[in-house]
Structures are given as C-alpha cells and as structure tokens.
C-alpha cells in the first residue's frame, strides 16, 4: 500500500488568497484526519471523518477553514481567505475502525502564507 | 478537556546513554500510542497499550503503562544518532465517545555521536 498521500508538499501562498490541500487515506480506512502542527501549539486535530462523514470539527480555528470528503479515497481541507497565522504544517492520517485508534499519517502539507 | 504533558521537552544526550520520556494525563486513557515523528515526515507509530502496567519492548525501546492507564513511559537504552526525533504520546479517552487522539506536545531528542 502507498500509505497517505497528501498534495500538494509545500504551498506558498499570500494573505487572503484560497488555499486547498488534499488527502487520499489508506484504502478501507473507515476515519480520516485532520490536524495542523506548529512549534508553538504542537499536533492540533481540527476535524475527522467516519464513514466520510464529519463527526467532530471542534478544532477547526473558524469559519475561514472547511473540510470535505466526498468519497472514501478523497477528503480536502480549504481556507478562503488564508492569514499568515494559519502557517503550519498539515497532516492527515487514517486509520481503520476496528483498531485501538491507531492512526497512519501522510507526509504533510507545509504551508507558508505571507 | 483533556491534557496530556510531556516531559522533558527536549534532550540532547551522547551516544550510547540511556533516557526517559514521560507521559502524563490527568484523565485515565482507554489506549496510548506513542510515535515518532523525524523532520520533514508525518508521525510514525512506534508502539500501542492498552493494558495498566503493560510492557512492550521494541529492540532498545521499552514501553510501559501505568497501573492507573494515567502515565506512560519510553524508555530507550543506549541511544544512536538514529533515535533522533521527536517524541509524541498520544492518548485515547474512550469515555468520551471520540475516536480522536489527543497528542502531547513531544520530546525532542538529539542523539549526538
């Protein structure tokens, strides 16, 4: 299996522009993912899915963030309009419902707005 | 909401020494994960536990749980430069219906030869 592919790997972006950053988990995972990591705040869920479903978006900073999955092999995570603050690395992961919640994250999205 | 601190933060040690991190939550965990996270890559799962005061050994890692399923320890014996990373306990709190983990804030270890 190839693992979690995410993309882009890096994204440059300016303040105000709309950025959107894909996954595609592991196949026949049942849960996918959000999170965003950085020096200050450490690994932050923002949002997962069961079954393609959103169950909890508790994390997601504010309305400028929104998180899709449109089938099981697909999710993306959009911020319209991006701010500066929102630099971080962003990571999904999956993981498969029957397991003690172990996850399998992808390599991640840099993200630099300026 | 629940916390989950690490401790130390960061460690810069020689080759060959051992060291302890140290997970700890004020809340009792239904599972904990450890992983390991090198720069430019997505965390890595190292080890899981489920049971209070369970070991799991992985080469010169050993894993252990409290007896209260509160804390968690790594601890690795005779250290390489390979064991550089950073380090990330993650627990799972199944009396609040989530299937989400919730992460420390990691050790960072150098290992320097």
């Known amino acids: 299996d190839a693992g979690v592919i995410q993309s882009p790997r890096h994204e440059v972006t300016e303040m105000g522009q709309e950025v959107t950053l894909r996954c595609k988990p592991i196949?026949?995972?049942?849960?996918l993912f959000w999170y965003r990591q950085t020096m200050m705040r450490g690994l932050e869920l923002l949002i997962y899915f069961n079954n393609n479903v959103p169950i909890d978006d508790s994390g997601m900073p504010e309305d400028r963030f929104s998180a899709k999955m449109p089938n099981a092999s697909f999710s993306t995570l959009k911020i319209q309009p991006s701010e500066p603050r929102d630099s971080a690395v962003y990571f999904c992961?999956?993981?498969?419902?029957?397991?003690?919640?172990?996850?399998?994250f992808g390599p991640g999205t840099r993200l630099t707005v300026l | 909401t629940q916390l989950l601190e690490q401790s130390p933060q960061f460690l810069s040690i020689q080759e060959g020494e051992n060291l302890t991190v140290y997970c700890n939550s004020s809340?009792?965990?239904?599972?904990l994960q450890w992983y390991r996270q090198e720069p430019g890559e997505g965390p890595v799962l190292l080890v899981t536990?489920?049971?209070?005061?369970e070991v799991k050994k992985l080469k010169r890692l050993t894993f252990q749980f409290g007896d209260a399923r509160k804390d968690s320890s790594l601890h690795i014996t005779a250290a390489q430069p390979g064991d550089t990373g950073l380090y990330l306990c993650?627990?799972?709190?199944?009396?609040?219906?989530?299937?989400?983990?919730?992460f420390g804030s990691g050790t960072r270890l150098q290992v320097q030869p």
């Open positions: 993650a627990g799972e709190y199944r009396d609040t219906g989530r299937r989400a983990l919730t």
């Open positions: 992961a999956s993981s498969l419902g029957t397991t003690r919640a172990e996850q399998f």
């Open positions: 196949s026949g995972h049942d849960y």
């Open positions: 536990v489920v049971t209070g005061g």
């Open positions: 809340s009792v965990f239904s599972s």
